[in-house]
């Protein structure tokens, strides 16, 4: 069985045996006409007035967008968004929560010259302390909510974002757009913080009760935000859904439709779970690449084996925490007990605790072209070269999840 996974830009052929269970989302046919979908949407709102009601003439308008590390279509996306907003002062602000500043080139691949021409384009940064002012202060730790302050000065702010399932947060999109997406460091390593990862209600696809999701929408609503503008995609990266409106309603909303197409029941644990992160931008480093992994976590038995193809262009990768994180302890365990000390908070620990959980329970073999096979062994992984044959080596019952992250499968209640 010939099944091509993505990654990075194009495509990587791994040759299963025909036993393979073959695990896919949904397919949901993209909108025909995306263009009318979004203006539809726009003026149309889920529990809120238009923008037209919303945005008085000549109003400093702020627009929170994802980053390079998500596939949201921003081309597509912004420029309906900003027709709707004819006399504003718009200024685009790049989420980027604790990741690093995109280059030129990737503001030109996400935004496009028009809208670099005729917005202000500021990128967040979490370990600036003087960019960020404080709303409030987290209800259960006392922690401030600090977020970057030149949005919060803003006459109107707008969230965008790409609604799918996620690794701990239940659900990208909407509220993760104000935080972590424009938080400080020091918010953020709450939100993170090894006991809400810990928490067994951060996981995929839940949000009531999970406290990581929680603790993101207290945050957002302290931001007072006017208006959201999500959509969800299918694996051509076609828009397939637009929600906009008030941000908790709107967000829920896009929560349900991409909860009913990309979260897929199975009904046993396999021995081999092969996977991909979904090719660039989301496999772009091996950090992005932990999310395929914890997908086929789900459904990987205890002692079994995950085969991921993420080619890492920009390899670990060398910004951020992450490669220290996983140099400074000898394994899984270690890491683990470290991290449950009560003192202990780094940027990027989450990462690395989602990764250790996921390896006390199963081996990890990574293909990855933009990382070296020494730098993988030290991140505790498995270089692998040949897919196909390490399938067949390791034996037993395989699954194949194609597009990693944009399919979440679980154990049927009838099963679990």
């Not at 791994?14 to 896919?24: K, Y």
């Not at 046919?29 to 945005?55: K, Q, T, W």
Request: glycine share 8%.
């Amino acid at each position: 069985m010939i099944v091509r996974l993505p990654y990075g830009r194009g495509e990587l052929d791994a040759d299963l045996p025909d036993h393979t269970v073959v695990v896919e989302s949904i397919y949901t046919p993209g909108i025909l006409d995306e263009a009318e979908a979004l203006l539809f949407a726009l003026n149309n709102p889920i529990g809120s007035p238009s923008l037209s009601e919303l945005v008085p003439a000549g109003a400093r308008v702020g627009i929170s967008v994802c980053d390079i590390t998500r596939p949201f279509p921003a081309r597509r996306v912004l420029p309906l968004l900003i027709s709707c907003l004819p006399s504003a002062e718009i200024t685009i602000f790049v989420a980027t929560g604790t990741h690093r500043a995109c280059t030129d080139v990737e503001l030109e691949e996400m935004l496009g010259r028009d809208i670099q021409k005729a917005c202000r384009v500021l990128q967040h940064d979490a370990f600036d302390y003087g960019q960020h002012a404080e709303v409030g202060r987290l209800s259960d730790t006392g922690t401030p909510a600090m977020l970057q302050s030149d949005f919060i000065e803003q006459d109107v702010r707008i969230t965008t974002g790409f609604i799918e399932p996620h690794f701990f947060a239940g659900f990208s999109g909407g509220p993760k757009m104000v935080a972590p997406g424009l938080g400080s460091i020091e918010t953020v390593l709450d939100l993170h913080s090894a006991t809400r990862i810990g928490h067994p209600q951060a996981k995929w696809g839940v949000i009531e009760g999970n406290p990581v999701h929680d603790a993101i929408r207290e945050v957002a609503k302290m931001a007072d935000i006017t208006f959201n503008l999500d959509v969800t995609l299918n694996r051509n990266r076609e828009i397939t859904g637009v929600f906009a409106g008030e941000l908790f309603a709107s967000h829920a909303a896009g929560c349900a439709f991409a909860r009913s197409t990309a979260m897929i029941a199975v009904d046993r644990m396999y021995d081999v779970v092969v996977t991909s992160n979904n090719g660039y931008p989301l496999d772009q480093n091996l950090y992005q690449s932990i999310k395929g992994i914890s997908a086929a976590a789900q459904i990987v038995r205890q002692g079994g084996a995950i085969v991921i193809a993420a080619e890492c262009s920009d390899g670990m990768p060398n910004h951020g925490q992450y490669r220290a994180l996983l140099n400074d302890a000898r394994g899984p365990i270690e890491f683990l007990t470290r991290v449950a000390q009560p003192d202990f908070a780094s940027h990027d620990q989450w990462q690395v605790q989602v990764q250790a959980e996921i390896q006390r329970k199963a081996r990890v073999y990574v293909r990855a072209e933009g990382v070296r096979e020494a730098e993988l062994r030290s991140a505790w992984f498995e270089p692998v070269d040949d897919i196909g044959r390490l399938v067949r080596q390791l034996g037993g019952s395989v699954a194949v999840i194609p597009d990693g992250p944009m399919t979440i499968p679980y154990l049927s209640k009838s099963r679990s």
